[in-house]
């Protein structure tokens, strides 16, 4: 068993980093609820071969990985419930019968939402805290959203680490705690060597960490340590959002989180509030990170407002013992 966290005794902020916890999350989820009410009539699906069994589907929100061959389809997030008649149109030229498992690397509507239709057939996957999160969803811009029908809810959840024996390789789900949110989940597909991480890697762009729904700022980044440390160097990734990737830019990731908010860091301990910092912004070489979904403004503002909610930190033992785990699943295959 790893040295992960009771979800149920992790601290919570209180007072005035309550507060900070509150409206950080209200500020950085708008796009996200705009995006589930916006009209999807014009998004198409596109598939990009990766390698090996497997391929990614992009159209809008969380990039979906698909495991294609004789046992049949599996796939990792299913993006938004409207675009679910178009994502099965995508699968069905890749396979037949539709999934036969979908693995959710964590709760947001953008990866869950279509799970009560592609999920109709299958088995769905997740971490602990994905289940207990759908069925009892945290308010967001002072509002909680409605408890997922249960349909949409994974029947086969795990604590730290599940192994599927699927399309001919061991594909390996590993829980990497406190980074994105409490429930991240990143998939190894082992001979194909091939890795989805989920939202715990935005290709070159700034990410979202869900400090609401338990994600940590040094969390997040101990968690990407981790995953250099084991992902061998010819593998390709599949990030939560963005274009297919290798370590190359998970490295250039890792650099980014590391030194931006060595900035903020520095910033906080010379008295400037949030809003300063934010004010203040970045060198130009981070100008291009700041151009997606999270801007400079508010990933200088999480970093700030994170550091004060939680100064140390989760355990980086947590994170070291799901790199481990994680390495020794691609160890095991042969696949190092």
Request: glycine letters at 12%; a negative charge.
């Amino acid at each position: 068993m790893r040295p992960v966290a009771n979800p149920a005794l992790v601290r919570r902020p209180s007072g005035r980093l309550a507060g900070l916890a509150a409206a950080l999350a209200a500020a950085l989820l708008a796009p996200l609820a705009a995006a589930q009410q916006q009209d999807f009539s014009a998004v198409q699906i596109t598939t990009t071969p990766v390698a090996g069994t497997v391929s990614m589907l992009q159209g809008q929100g969380g990039n979906i990985g698909v495991s294609a061959g004789e046992d049949g389809l599996l796939i990792i997030d299913t993006q938004f419930e409207p675009l679910a008649e178009k994502i099965r149109a995508a699968l069905d030229k890749l396979g037949t019968g539709g999934p036969r498992f979908v693995i959710n690397t964590h709760w947001h509507g953008d990866h869950t939402g279509g799970n009560a239709v592609l999920g109709k057939q299958a088995s769905i996957v997740a971490q602990d805290n994905v289940r207990t999160r759908l069925m009892n969803p945290v308010e967001v811009l002072g509002r909680k959203p409605d408890p997922a029908p249960a349909a949409a809810l994974p029947r086969i959840t795990f604590a730290d680490s599940v192994t599927l024996h699927w399309n001919g390789e061991d594909v390996a789900v590993i829980h990497f705690p406190h980074g994105h949110t409490d429930g991240d989940s990143v998939v190894a597909f082992t001979r194909s060597k091939v890795i989805h991480l989920g939202d715990q890697f935005f290709t070159g762009r700034f990410p979202f960490i869900d400090t609401g729904s338990g994600g940590d700022v040094q969390g997040y980044t101990r968690n990407i340590a981790a995953l250099l440390a084991a992902i061998p160097a010819d593998w390709k990734i599949i990030p939560g959002h963005g274009p297919l990737a290798g370590r190359a830019e998970l490295q250039a990731f890792h650099d980014m989180l590391v030194k931006t908010t060595g900035i903020v860091r520095e910033r906080l301990a010379s008295g400037q509030t949030p809003e300063q910092i934010a004010a203040a912004g970045l060198p130009e070489e981070w100008a291009e990170w700041g151009s997606g979904f999270i801007k400079t403004d508010r990933w200088l503002t999480l970093l700030a407002q994170g550091l004060q909610a939680s100064p140390d930190g989760p355990d980086p033992a947590a994170s070291e013992a799901a790199g481990k785990e994680l390495a020794a699943a691609i160890a095991a295959s042969g696949a190092r």
